[in-house]
């Protein structure tokens, strides 16, 4: 609802301003979760999970019939808002320019807190405070196993290695050897490391330096062009993770309701200084963990 005593030329800059300062700048969250757009105040997500692999067909029948499980997950979003005020004394004073500051401000917040959620549920992957994975295990965890599945085994995604090259191609290697529910290797592309900002020089040595670390023989980094990395405080500061970033789908999920927007604005005389102009920006989300083979904790 936006109220008729505030002047068309406010509403019109505050929602101009939001939105350009949503489009400012990428987040690194974006590397590690995907959008999912809903349509209801709760959603389940159904995947028939992975496909089978081609199978010498039977010469009686002239087919092999395979099947494939179901799996899903329920995402509900969270309300958030931003609100915000400006004073009828500072529009007086030609002041409005620190009504573009706090809009601006306003929309950059919010991606800054999408940003904080997706990697505070990425470091909390190895507990139950953000849910579970859709296997009914924790994210990161030593049982996941997809139950009916032709490959049920149990797989591990969860270390407690301090972050070195050693550890990392020890990490990388473990996720080289997830299956499938079918059975078979996913292949995955894990091409990005993230780490806590003390952890910083470490980790470009590990993934941008030619020549290994921690040796002094010069032996060639296999891993130069191939991985890149990213630092948030968000995470613990020993906390390390290897995520396939190029896939079709994401380790984590935003499950977006409502965009962030402009919802309401309104006056109010009682206030001091003339007034305040109030705008108020409203956003529904939440995050939720995806594919945890798309995702190998090095360190808690």
Avoid at 55 to 79: D, F, H, R, Y
Avoid at 108 to 137: A, E, M, P, S, W
Avoid at 214 to 243: C, H, K, Q, S
Wanted: with cysteine.
């Amino acid at each position: 609802m936006i109220s008729g005593n505030v002047p068309k030329h406010l509403v019109v800059g505050a929602r101009t301003g939001f939105l350009t300062a949503l489009r400012r700048r990428e987040y690194p969250w974006q590397r590690v979760a995907e959008t999912f757009n809903m349509s209801a105040k709760s959603q389940d997500l159904v995947d028939l999970g992975a496909s089978p692999m081609p199978k010498e067909s039977n010469k009686a029948g002239g087919l092999t019939v395979q099947e494939m499980i179901e799996k899903s997950i329920t995402v509900t979003p969270v309300s958030w808002d931003i609100t915000i005020s400006l004073s009828q004394d500072a529009i007086d004073d030609d002041q409005t320019g620190s009504l573009k500051r706090k809009v601006s401000s306003a929309g950059d917040n919010f991606q800054k807190h999408i940003n904080q959620r997706v990697f505070t549920v990425l470091n909390g992957g190895d507990g139950t405070t953000y849910g579970l994975c859709y296997d009914g295990q924790e994210f990161f965890d030593s049982d996941h196993a997809d139950k009916g599945a032709v490959y049920s085994t149990s797989q591990d995604n969860e270390n407690t290695l301090a972050l070195s090259s050693d550890n990392f191609e020890t990490a990388w290697v473990a996720a080289q050897a997830f299956r499938d529910d079918q059975g078979e290797f996913t292949e995955y592309i894990y091409d990005l490391l993230v780490c806590h900002p003390s952890n910083k020089r470490t980790a470009a040595n590990i993934v941008g330096n030619r020549e290994q670390m921690d040796t002094a023989n010069r032996e060639m980094n296999p891993f130069v062009g191939e991985i890149d990395y990213i630092t948030t405080p968000e995470i613990d500061t020993a906390a390390w993770y290897l995520i396939a970033s190029s896939e079709s789908t994401k380790p984590l999920i935003v499950a977006m309701r409502k965009q962030p927007h402009l919802q309401s604005a309104w006056f109010d005389p009682t206030f001091p200084d003339g007034g305040l102009y109030f705008f108020k920006y409203y956003a529904r989300y939440e995050v939720h963990y995806g594919d945890w083979r798309l995702a190998y904790q090095g360190n808690t």
